[in-house]
């Protein structure tokens, strides 16, 4: 899939509400700010400002930022958006 202009094509991470240990004990996971998505780039547009934005890079995104679709070919769910909704870029 190709992005054109100042889109960004994205895949949200899945969060595990949390995690259970062998002894039973149960520990929270995912981000710690409710407002808050981990996404990885698919794709980037040709536009000026998604230049510095890499395929396969992940960051943090507003949560719910953009528009969602699910892709028939592998039946996962991808989002469009604008640079604006990037929180932050992992180093």
């Given at each position: 899939?190709?992005?054109?202009?100042?889109k960004?094509?994205?895949?949200?991470?899945?969060?595990?509400?949390?995690?259970?240990?062998?002894?039973?004990?149960?520990?929270?996971?995912?981000?710690k700010?409710?407002?808050?998505?981990?996404?990885?780039?698919?794709?980037?547009?040709?536009?000026?400002?998604?230049?510095?934005?890499?395929?396969?890079?992940?960051?943090?995104i507003?949560?719910?930022?953009?528009?969602?679709?699910?892709?028939?070919?592998?039946?996962?769910?991808?989002?469009?958006?604008?640079?604006?909704?990037?929180?932050?870029?992992?180093?």
């Amino acid at each position: 899939m190709k992005v054109i202009g100042n889109k960004i094509l994205v895949k949200v991470q899945k969060e595990e509400a949390s995690t259970k240990t062998v002894s039973g004990l149960i520990i929270p996971t995912g981000t710690k700010n409710p407002g808050i998505e981990v996404a990885e780039v698919i794709s980037v547009g040709d536009g000026e400002d998604v230049s510095s934005v890499g395929v396969g890079e992940k960051m943090f995104i507003h949560k719910g930022y953009g528009s969602e679709f699910t892709n028939p070919e592998d039946n996962e769910k991808y989002r469009v958006m604008d640079p604006s909704g990037i929180i932050v870029i992992f180093d």
